[in-house]
């Protein structure tokens, strides 16, 4: 009996610190899926919940940190398809608290900044779950293509097909705003 106690706090500590050391991401990949702060609040604390209940099951053969990345990934496709048929103006509202970083932008820059993250933001939201994973995961968390392959459990090719295709759709629908961005770069 005292030892199952001892190996129930053992497996509480280590997730506490490896949840800890990822939270800050698995908050980012849901906010970029999701394009909202409490939605994205919402399933960070529904991947913390899951990952720590399945925390028996992860073997270690990907790191934690790409484990919970594809619980997040779960998570948030789940949440969208549920949200699918109910997406109203206020799933596009602006989120605050952006500021450039440039050390003295001008009231405008600031404002141009705002608006392209806006129209980033909505042109995210456009894209199918699947197309807005590899966006969010490729371009916003850095990940290798390997990385993705491995979170999302699928082949490498297709990850790579994936990204090209949700560039070139994000791209074209991005285009309509052309004077906010500079398509090089998208």
Known sequence: MEFNLFAKKRKNDSFERLAAENERQVYTVCFHMMGNREDAQDCAQETMLRAFRAF??????????????????NVCTDALRKRRNAVSLDALREEQG?????????????????ERLRLLRQALS????????????????GKSYDEIAEILNVPLGTVKSRINRA????????????????????
Do not use: C
């Open 98 to 114: 952006f500021d450039p970083p440039d050390a003295a932008p001008t009231a405008y820059a600031r404002l141009e900044e705002k």
């Open 167 to 186: 560039r070139e759709k994000l791209s074209a629908v991005l285009k309509n705003s052309s004077e906010l961005f500079s398509f090089r770069s998208v």
């Open 126 to 141: 456009l894209l199918p779950p699947d197309m807005r994973e590899m966006i969010v995961l490729r371009d916003m968390q």
């Open 56 to 73: 028996d099951s992860f073997r270690g053969d990907a790191s934690f940190s790409t484990w919970i990345t594809r619980i997040a990934m």
